[in-house]
């Protein structure tokens, strides 16, 4: 099975301020994300942490969809246990989203409860 997306989706999502998410199966709109790309794969975090959250719906159906670049790609999470890898995708989110504004909101998705919610996005096929 392939766990990752193909090279011209990760070039995209490293270029991309958002990402585009629809989790689980049930109706569920696309919702908007910072997204990172850390050894060829794509990890997510919840800010939020509501509790009708895109992490919430991956936690009930572990199946979604990925929007960019114009094109939808059927995915499943991949809920990151490794505190190494984990520290890594924090140290991606602070190279990636580095402007004064961004600033704020980097520091609370590497606080503890939003890096606990680190997702990779595997595609489903």
Do not use: D
């Given at each position: 099975?392939?766990?990752?997306?193909?090279?011209?989706?990760?070039?995209?999502?490293?270029?991309?301020?958002?990402?585009g998410i629809k989790a689980g199966k049930y109706p569920h709109r696309v919702i908007a994300v910072w997204a990172v790309v850390v050894k060829n794969r794509v990890y997510i975090r919840s800010w939020s942490l509501s509790n009708y959250s895109w992490y919430t719906?991956?936690?009930?159906?572990?199946?979604?969809?990925?929007?960019?670049?114009?094109r939808k790609i059927l995915i499943r999470p991949m809920f990151v246990r490794s505190e190494p890898l984990k520290t890594e995708v924090s140290a991606a989110y602070a190279e990636k989203y580095?402007?004064?504004?961004?600033?704020?909101?980097?520091?609370?998705?590497?606080?503890?409860?939003?890096?606990?919610?680190?997702?990779?996005?595997?595609?489903?096929r």
């Open positions: 099975m392939n766990t990752t997306l193909s090279k011209p989706i990760l070039n995209a999502v490293r270029k991309a301020q958002v990402i719906a991956f936690r009930e159906n572990p199946v979604g969809e990925l929007h960019i670049s114009g580095h402007t004064p504004g961004s600033a704020r909101f980097v520091k609370e998705m590497s606080g503890r409860k939003s890096r606990n919610t680190t997702t990779g996005l595997v595609p489903l």
